[in-house]
């Protein structure tokens, strides 16, 4: 009998099992009632409230309504709110004008640069290579596709289609191209020695996992080398995927010089066509090399005039072709350079000459795009005319290929449907198709957890069998049903609903019934508090001092940081050629991602170093971080140019009015009285030490920038 009741309970698990939640097609289901039905605002509230009222629990009250409108521009546009906006909101503090507020920055031109950030860890975004060479790549151009896809509101399943098959779709645009840049993600090996159809390999393999954790929340990589220990995909499974991606290009190829081991690129890169503001600036720039070389020109003719006789009769023998240009009255750029070589290189001219050619050189490099910019391209996905053959690889291994496969997809989720064409546009087609259970469910999760920083399935890259249940099942399966069905997969719709929610104005503060029965907010009785990421830290305090540029688009940008912080081997040049301009001051997802070695204070934010994809950050708390708000050499200039303002808009003001005003630009709130207290006695004590007003507001600026609730939403 007991041998019976165990082959009983082992067949309900694995029947279980089969009936896994995140593989049902998602439906919408009603949420229970409340009893606290005044503080439902819309249909997310239902469903929080109902599971919050079970565990005996009450909302926190709404947060304040300069602290809400703070939180709500960080969260949709990833930077502080003007203090008149501020003003404007507690005047008018109304459901109406908080929706008109949401929509202003919904339609804002910054919220795709806000909202592109998380995306790029996915795409495992880089301005390099990685591996020890580490070598600049072109792709900046994929990032302004994102950044402008997410501002126009692209539908979900067509931001899909385009980067995972832009190339593929009929009369393919250039921006649908470039779009498949998400793909071209994974890191290249050019190391001398490297083998090329096992870094090819490496690539494909890392396709195939990005798609499964990006779309369908699996941890489809487990299945590359065995079977899936816990859920249903097999390594049969596995490799089906592989096929869909196994048909592009190689990207690096030996040198075809005899034994040489080193390697080249060889991808696929497409023009990119120029903006109207790139074409000017080129024209510039090569009208500016033109105006250098004659004033070159003339100032080497002008000193041959000084080279005497003798020296060119010294000189004849071992440069007969030079001596014969001094003499010339007519000479290009080209014989100047010579001239300058032989007889020019130890004049007292010779200063004179280099800083001519040195501004020659950089408008050279304006006019032809920039350091590392070979032209103005993107690396863009590519199919070969001939079909590769797939084989599952024996224990992943690329040197022991078993039996062959066709593209397919897991039968598990639902079988690939005969009418969609086995490449990766059918691939895509699939992955958004209303059959599929796990798409729309990942997206909405993913969003929902941007917002309140946990997702409502915690376990945000793994929706399998070893992954978190979700917290609210039912809201899960709504907002994914809405998303999908309602909103035509629009993701600015979703993001909407849930911060109109009065579960997301819920004020972040802890009270003690709340903390011991909700101690890490799983039931959202109270609102999120979340540090900023590391690009958010830059823009945010950017914004304060005043620095911040609000230029789009382009190619990354080199904010300043101590010299020689580069230092990686290979054939590349390792300078560190910092901004000038107000390219100095971009927002922080346009700053140069080398992989061996990224921006020092984005590391120390926790910023991947997006060798692979990242589905959520970390979110640590160091000395490291203190130390780069204090000294980093960035934000010593954003504090001096934060007091600066603090002077100029505070002049009329007395010194409780200066100190508030400050206060409110960093947090939008007044300090309360203990905090104006000690600012004041910080200033005063500053005065008295120094005697200097603007090292005293040096201090008081400093101070603000470095406040945990400065870094924090």
């Known amino acids: 009998m007991r041998l019976l009741c165990f082959i009983l309970l082992a067949v309900s698990s694995v029947t279980a099992e089969e009936t896994h939640w995140a593989y049902k097609v998602p439906k919408i289901q009603k949420s229970n009632t409340v009893q606290n039905t005044e503080w439902i605002s819309n249909t997310i509230d239902s469903f929080i409230l109902s599971k919050m009222e079970a565990e005996g629990l009450a909302p926190s009250i709404e947060q304040s309504s300069d602290r809400l409108i703070r939180r709500v521009y960080l969260d949709l546009i990833g930077i502080p709110p003007p203090i008149d906006q501020v003003d404007s909101f507690l005047l008018d503090p109304s459901k109406e004008h908080y929706e008109e507020i949401v929509d202003n920055l919904l339609s804002s031109e910054h919220f795709g640069e806000k909202w592109a950030i998380s995306w790029l860890d996915l795409a495992r975004y880089a301005d390099s290579d990685g591996y020890q060479r580490d070598g600049f790549r072109n792709v900046w151009p994929y990032r302004d596709w994102l950044i402008r896809s997410l501002n126009a509101d692209m539908p979900y399943d067509q931001f899909t289609i385009e980067q995972l098959a832009g190339d593929l779709i009929k009369d393919a645009s250039e921006n649908q191209k470039i779009a498949t840049g998400f793909n071209r993600g994974p890191t290249l090996n050019l190391e001398a020695g490297t083998d090329p159809e096992e870094d090819r390999v490496k690539q494909v393999v890392d396709r195939v996992n990005t798609t499964a954790t990006v779309w369908l929340g699996t941890s489809l990589e487990c299945a590359q080398c065995h079977d899936h220990k816990h859920d249903p995909f097999s390594i049969k499974d596995y490799y089906s995927m592989f096929a869909f991606f196994n048909n592009t290009p190689i990207e ?24 109207e503001e790139e074409l000017m600036k080129r024209k510039s720039a090569s009208e500016a090399v033109s105006l250098g070389e004659q004033k070159y020109v003339s100032k080497v003719k002008e000193l041959c005039d000084n080279i005497s006789d003798e020296q060119l009769n010294n000189s004849n023998k071992k440069h007969p072709k030079e001596v014969q240009l001094v003499r010339k009255s007519d000479i290009s750029y080209k014989d100047a350079l010579a001239i300058d070589k032989v007889f020019l290189k130890k004049s007292k001219s010779a200063d004179i000459l280099s800083g001519l050619k040195i501004n020659i050189a950089k408008n050279k490099n304006r006019a032809n795009g920039g350091k590392f910019q070979i032209g103005y391209t993107s690396r863009v996905m590519k199919e070969r005319e001939k079909q590769r053959e797939t084989r599952v690889l024996l224990r992943g291994d690329f040197t022991n290929p078993g039996e062959m496969v066709i593209a397919d997809t897991p039968s598990t989720l639902f079988e690939f449907p005969k009418y969609f064409q086995r490449n990766r546009l059918g691939l895509a087609k699939w992955i958004v198709s209303e059959e599929n259970p796990l798409t729309a469910r990942v997206a909405v999760n993913r969003i929902w957890a ?264």
Not at 252 to 274: C, E, F, H, Q, W
């Open 450 to 713: 941007e917002l309140f920083g946990r997702g409502i399935v915690t376990s945000i890259e793994d929706f399998g069998y070893n992954g978190a249940k979700p917290t609210h099942p039912k809201l899960l399966d709504w907002l994914a049903v809405t998303f999908q069905s309602v909103d035509d997969w629009s993701m600015k719709k979703i993001i909407r609903r849930i911060v109109l929610s009065s579960t997301y104005k819920q004020s972040s503060k802890f009270s003690n019934n709340n903390l011991e029965e909700d101690p890490l907010n799983e039931f959202y009785s109270r609102g999120p508090r979340n540090r900023l990421s590391a690009e958010l830290i830059r823009d945010n305090a950017l914004t304060i001092s005043g620095l911040i540029s609000k230029k789009m688009f382009g190619r990354p940008v080199r904010p300043k940081q101590p010299n020689n912080f580069w230092r990686v081997i290979g054939e590349v040049d390792n300078n560190y050629y910092t901004s000038e301009g107000e390219d100095l001051y971009r927002r922080g997802v346009y700053t140069v991602w080398r992989r061996s070695a990224h921006y020092p204070s984005f590391a120390n934010f926790d910023a991947p170093t997006r060798g692979a994809c990242s589905v959520k950050r970390e979110s640590s708390n160091t000395p490291l971080q203190a130390l780069t708000l204090l000294n980093d050499p960035v934000f010593v200039e954003m504090a001096r140019a934060f007091s600066k303002r603090i002077i100029k808009e505070t002049r009329e003001m007395n010194t409780t009015q200066q100190l508030n005003h400050a206060f409110r630009l960093a947090l939008s709130r007044p300090p309360k009285d203990s905090e104006l207290k000690a600012l004041k006695k910080m200033l005063f004590i500053s005065l008295d030490t120094d005697g200097s007003s603007e090292s005293a507001w040096f201090e008081i600026a400093t101070t603000i920038l470095n406040l945990h609730e400065t870094i924090t939403k």
């Open 252 to 275: 690096g190829k030996r040198r075809p010089n005899g034994n040489d081991a080193s390697m080249d690129y060889s991808g696929t890169d497409i023009k990119v066509t120029l903006s």
